[in-house]
């Protein structure tokens, strides 16, 4: 089918190259012209001009914006008056759900459609697909079907789970439509909420294994008066790149995060070119209000998340504080290394 596709930066053009791929017709729009040419040079249709890029799409068009979610509404407000009724916009990027309810209602008052589509995989889609969780209106989205099927990972991407037989579902094929709007990112929210909260362990316990070693060398923990209980059980220097490879093969924790710190450790073993400020985008935010409301408990995910600000020196104050208690309440001053 036709598809337009708004932005792109590695994940926008990266899924035109997979639908172009399957065959799929694609226009592509953005203000870089050389991205732009790359992807002509690989057979779409493209302009720098949002107006030429529409009237050259069939009707009823299909719009996929894959722009960063601080974006999108400013893209809609150009996008829409070029559009009709009939079309369908698709936001594939990482939007709160919230804004998706009220995009899908501003624009269905002009007859225009919306289908939001929290999209995993990163980089690696182009050649693993696209999971993808689809919130809209069930014609809409059935009429996507074949880009959603496209740019999916495929059956072939796991095995399949077992008691599953007959033709494969779409869940099975890496795409699932969950509900009108905002479901699609309301999943895909969750969905990085519990990736906070992966990478948390794998992190926390990849530090616990990376001071193994603490016995050989320090009487007390860090600076610390408690004194290191035990020393000799503390002798260890743990080869991580090693461990994160056996995890890998056969043990319960295997998972494609794990694959991936592999990859990091065995590359650099200790990290250098990272300090360790580690971003967040708003999904972890917005899972901790979701659980807020429905009154759900989510303390991993909210320790993850509260560990990512801790991270970029926003404890400071308030360990500074502690420390101050400390030295009014017992004179103790802080240890200095
Ligand atoms: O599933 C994915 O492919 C990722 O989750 C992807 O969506 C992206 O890398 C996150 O937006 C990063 O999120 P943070 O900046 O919040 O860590």
């Known amino acids: 089918m036709q598809l337009g596709m708004i932005g792109l930066g590695r994940m926008g053009a990266n899924m035109v190259v997979r639908a172009m791929k399957a065959g799929h017709d694609c226009h592509v729009f953005d203000t870089h012209a050389e991205a732009v040419q790359g992807l002509i040079d690989k057979g779409a249709k493209g302009s720098t001009d949002l107006e030429t890029f529409v009237n050259g799409l069939d009707k009823p068009r299909a719009v996929w914006m894959m722009v960063p979610a601080g974006a999108v509404d400013a893209v809609i407000a150009e996008l829409v008056p070029l559009l009709e009724a009939g079309d369908i916009v698709i936001d594939g990027g990482n939007s709160y759900y919230h804004d998706d309810i009220r995009r899908a209602g501003e624009l269905k008052d002009k007859g225009i459609h919306y289908v939001d589509v929290g999209v995993s995989g990163g980089v690696w889609g182009l050649e693993r697909g ?4 689809i919130g809209g209106e069930d014609e809409v989205v059935a009429r996507l079907d074949p880009i959603f099927k496209t740019l999916a990972p ?24 969950c509900g009108p ?11 990085n909420g519990i ?3 992966i990478m948390a362990a794998y992190a926390e316990g990849l530090n616990i294994l990376h001071h193994g070693n603490i016995g050989k060398t320090e009487r007390t923990t860090d600076a610390e008066t408690t004194p290191l209980r035990n020393p000799e059980y503390y ?3 743990i080869n991580l790149p090693e461990v994160a490879e056996v995890w890998r093969r056969g043990s319960v924790i295997g998972s494609w995060l794990l694959d991936l710190t592999a ?4 590359k650099s073993p200790d990290l250098a ?15 901790l209000l979701a659980a807020i409301d429905e009154g759900v408990p989510a303390p ?5 998340l509260f560990s990512r600000f801790a991270s970029r020196g926003n404890a400071e104050f308030a360990d500074k504080l502690m420390s101050a208690m400390r030295f009014e309440f017992g004179g103790h001053l802080e240890k200095k290394d």
């Not at 696209?130 to 969780?133: D, E, F, K, T, V």
């Not at 990859?263 to 065995?266: D, K, T």
């Not at 070119?273 to 899972?287: I, L, M, P, Q, Y």
């Not at 991993?300 to 993850?304: K, L, N, R, T, W």
Request: charged fraction near 20%; aromatic fraction near 10%.
């Open 130 to 133: 696209y999971c993808m969780m």
């Open 263 to 266: 990859s990091a450790l065995r």
């Open 300 to 304: 991993v995910i909210s320790s993850a």
């Open 154 to 177: 495929g059956v072939g991407e796991a095995p399949r789970t077992q008691g599953a037989t007959g033709e494969a579902s779409p869940a099975e094929n890496g795409y699932l439509h």
């Open 181 to 191: 709007n905002g479901a699609g990112h309301y999943v895909k929210m969750v969905h």
């Open 235 to 237: 002798q260890y220097d």
């Open 195 to 197: 990736e906070y909260g």
């Open 273 to 287: 070119n990272f300090e360790g400020r580690v971003s967040d985008s708003g999904e972890g935010r917005w899972t």
